[in-house]
């Protein structure tokens, strides 16, 4: 037990905070790439209908995803009507500052507080794609020229509706997040090992 | 020692032949299964006839490196062809109304235009659309313009190749017919318009009695206004010519820049009247050995126009002929009679001349016509005081070439190309030194030639296509009216070899250019929403969509509505028998190619509204009755039911 406390309360090596750093400088863009791009592909569309989900809107062509939806009665696809938008960017910021004080700082316990932080907005997040593709893909108008069964798109990998092949990936915004978040455990793996060797030497 | 290495060598060729065999399989069988030649042997083709097939195949989605614009003749349109497969792409609707295009139809924009048309105080719903020209910089194509002429009822339209659509016509009541037109200055500074056949000009009517006296040819310089896109009227001006008939013209360019050069006939100033025992005006119009290159200094007339040295007739600015000479805009020089084409080789220092009625082509020096004009070496003048240069001493040299030489092309290695008409047939043949190279057989009467790039200062020499009056048995009989033949040639080798036959069955055509597919760069969808082409800008009537709605003011009935997939908004026009109706429609569509038709049932309107267009159509209500109005265009899986209702009560 003593071992654990001692962990966290340690100072981080200067590795360590190099590597939060290297978090810090994978975050900071991913507030203005797309997070996660959605594709759909048809015989009559060679070039594909692209969507990117961005931190703060949903842009590419939604106009024609919209009114191709219209014709099976799902709700219209509009940025202002998703209220994660408005304050996902600065959640990324306030982990980009957290990140920055853990390097300057440099304590374990800083870095063990933001991660989990960061890795629970990424769940909730995830939760809450599944959750919108959910409700777009089930709550069809039954007014609608064509009726067909309801249905969730994966939020990741490949969905097929009518004639569409739908294509759903994370982006670089995305990427560069998950990079974010894998440094936590390897500063957390690194610090283990160091202060064990530290310990017994 | 020696039998292993013997083993060694049948061993690689047995290997090889066991390669050689799979590898012919695998090839053989890469078509399906199919076998080349078992189905050339079965449909009677020739090595020859393969080698045509692939140089013009295009695989599905494999675009054509060059787009030729050819005259549709009678059709008054424009076809758009893809070289070398020859697929028709499309018929650009210009002087005929054309229902798929929406043009002429009902919409007001061309009301407008078809408006500003009118000749004689008609309605012309027709044209002999004649020779097509690209607008240039520099001498060359620049695929942003194209213009083209009406033989019948003299006038010359503009179409904008960002959306290939007519946007304006210009009519000239100064001319009876044209034919010496369109072609452009080097830098579409402005469009050239030769008339054909002489008509009084001072006076609205005169017998032929006095043809001589009161008959006058003409030439007009189109001013164009690149950044309007439209022909500025009041900018232009034309030179009287005496009252000779006027055939093909040309721009000088590179050191003939700022001259034009323009065919005659019937110099003879036959009046014809066969039926009072006279010589028919084809005897009559033929009888002299020579007629006149009219050699024309457009760029000084520019300055004589702009300093008010004008007259008007019928409302335009006019050079007089007297002016003409007096500033020595004008001079002649014999050409052999009955002549078609004069065209300005690609370094511009040369004019070829073919007589229709003499087998050679006459090659002029720019250079020489020059120094003997600032000499003032003139053997004569003709009746109206035109100084003549002298024949002899202005030719670089004559070659024969075939009867009836009619119109040459270029390519890059210093051919020309000349359709010889009688003969049917193509001569190729070298400017220096002066020689026949080649001849190809056509099929039959060639009329114009249209080389890639062929009469810029740099064309291509790839294609050549040999625009064939009469095509007899090339096609299968479709009666007694035949189509016309286009026929392709490859003329990028030491021998032209004919490659495609393509039956061209809307009218005549003329003359057609081809010019580099990736010069031009039309819209794919219009760049905003409410887009009005005939302004190519924003209408100030676009409806947007949730603009939707219909305004009613005593008789007067707006409606203000938008087409997208599959519906139009609103789909009910309720109005009262004698209502003036107004309809803004607004396609709010964005993808490409998703197209709506807006037809109205026994009201003869139909407009064509592309993603992002915006049109106008008014009309009077003046039938009562319900009428189902619909997308003509067949737009997705619910097209059927992209209506509406007209409903119209009586009064």
Redesign the interface.
């Known amino acids: 037990m003593d071992r654990v406390t001692s962990f966290f309360q340690g100072n981080l090596s200067k590795r360590s905070r190099i590597l939060i750093i290297v978090a810090t400088f994978a975050l900071l863009p991913s507030i203005f790439l797309p997070t996660w791009t959605i594709t759909l592909h048809a015989p009559q569309y060679p070039d594909g209908i692209h969507v990117k989900i961005y931190p703060n809107t949903v842009a590419g062509d939604v106009r024609e995803v919209n009114l191709l939806n219209h014709y099976i009665g799902m709700h219209e696809i509009r940025a202002d009507e998703f209220p994660e938008f408005r304050f996902i960017p600065f959640f990324i910021l306030r982990f980009f500052g957290f990140a920055l004080l853990t390097a300057m700082v440099g304590r374990m316990a800083i870095a063990a507080l933001g991660w989990m932080d960061f890795t629970l907005f990424g769940v909730v997040m995830l939760y809450t794609m599944q959750h919108w593709l959910y409700q777009y893909g089930n709550d069809l108008s039954p007014d609608a020229p064509l009726n067909i069964d309801p249905f969730t798109p994966h939020f990741i990998g490949v969905t097929h509706v009518g004639q569409f092949t739908v294509t759903s990936w994370p982006a670089a915004g995305a990427i560069l997040m998950a990079i974010a978040g894998v440094i936590g455990p390897v500063v957390a793996v690194y610090e283990w090992r160091r202060t064990r060797s530290e310990a017994t030497a | 020692m020696r039998s292993k290495r013997m083993t060694w060598v049948l061993t690689l060729t047995a290997t090889a032949a066991v390669l050689g065999v799979v590898t012919l399989q695998s090839c053989s069988g890469a078509g399906r299964g199919a076998d080349v030649s078992a189905i050339a042997r079965a449909r009677g083709l020739t090595e020859a006839d393969i080698v045509a097939a692939v140089k013009t195949f295009q695989p599905t989605g494999k675009m054509d490196e060059y787009l030729m614009f050819g005259s549709g003749g009678h059709s008054g349109q424009v076809v758009v062809i893809g070289v070398p497969s020859m697929r028709l792409l499309k018929v650009i609707a210009v002087f005929t109304p054309e229902p798929w295009q929406g043009f002429g139809y009902g919409s007001d924009e061309h009301k407008a235009l078809f408006e500003n048309a009118r000749m004689a105080g008609h309605d012309i719903t027709w044209g002999d659309s004649h020779h097509p020209a690209l607008s240039e910089t520099d001498g060359d194509y620049d695929g942003q313009f194209l213009f083209i002429n009406d033989k019948a009822n003299p006038r010359i339209a503009v179409i904008d190749l960002r959306d290939f659509e007519t946007k304006q016509i210009v009519t000239n009541p100064n001319m009876g017919t044209n034919h010496g037109g369109t072609f452009v200055t080097p830098n579409t500074e402005y469009v050239i318009e030769g008339a054909q056949y002489s008509v009084p000009l001072w006076t609205d009517y005169a017998d032929v009695d006095r043809y001589e006296e009161d008959y006058r040819g003409l030439i007009t310089m189109w001013k164009f206004d690149r950044d309007r896109g439209r022909i500025d009227e009041a900018a232009s001006f034309s030179i009287v010519l005496p009252p000779y008939w006027h055939d093909l013209a040309d721009a000088g360019k590179g050191p003939s820049f700022g001259w034009a050069f323009l065919n005659s006939f019937n110099t003879e100033m036959a009046t014809g009247g066969v039926e009072d025992g006279n010589p028919p005006f084809e005897a009559g119009a033929s009888r002299n050995d020579m007629d006149y290159m009219h050699i024309i200094n457009w760029q000084k007339a520019a300055e004589v126009a702009a300093a008010g040295n004008t007259r008007m007739a019928r409302g335009r600015r006019v050079i007089p002929l007297q002016t003409a000479i007096d500033e020595g805009l004008l001079f002649f020089v014999p050409e052999p009679k009955s002549p078609h084409g004069v065209d300005v080789t690609p370094d511009g220092r040369f004019l070829v001349v073919s007589g229709k009625l003499d087998p050679h082509v006459t090659v002029y020096s720019f250079a020489k016509i020059q120094q003997a004009i600032q000499n003032g070496d003139f053997t004569s003048t003709d009746p109206y005081g035109v100084p003549i240069l002298d024949f002899n001493s202005v030719i670089e040299g004559q070659l024969e070439v075939g009867l009836g030489p009619l119109h040459t092309q270029y390519d890059n290695r210093g051919n020309a190309y000349t359709s010889i008409f009688l003969e049917s047939q193509v001569t190729k043949w070298s400017l220096d030194p002066l020689a026949v190279v080649d001849k190809i057989d056509v099929h039959y009467n060639v009329g114009h030639l249209a080389a890639v790039e062929g009469d810029t200062k740099s064309p291509d020499g790839k294609y050549l296509v040999a625009m064939n009056k009469w095509s007899l048995d090339r096609f299968n009989n479709v009666g007694p009216l035949l189509p016309q033949n286009f026929q392709l040639i490859d003329i990028s080798g030491d021998e032209m070899e004919l490659i495609y036959d393509m039956p061209i069955g809307v009218g005549e055509p003329h003359y057609a250019q081809i010019i580099k597919a990736d010069k031009l760069q039309p819209f794919e969808i219009y760049p905003e929403i409410g887009f009005d082409p005939s302004t190519m800008s924003t209408a100030s009537d676009a409806v947007q969509a949730g603009e939707e709605r219909i305004e009613r003011r005593g008789r007067n009935v707006d409606v203000y509505m938008t087409a997208?997939?599959?519906h139009f908004n609103p789909e009910y026009i309720r109005v009262r028998e004698g209502d003036n109706v107004t309809i803004h429609i607004t396609s709010i569509e964005?993808?490409r190619d998703a197209t709506h038709g807006f037809g109205i049932a026994k009201y003869n309107i139909n407009l064509s509204i592309e993603p992002g267009e915006s049109q106008t159509v008014s009309f009077v209500a003046d039938a009562p009755g319900v009428f189902p109005f619909y997308c003509t265009e067949f737009c997705s899986?619910?097209h059927l039911?992209m209506m509406g209702y007209l409903l119209v009560s009586p009064r």
């Open positions: 997208i997939r599959s964005q993808v899986a619910l039911e």
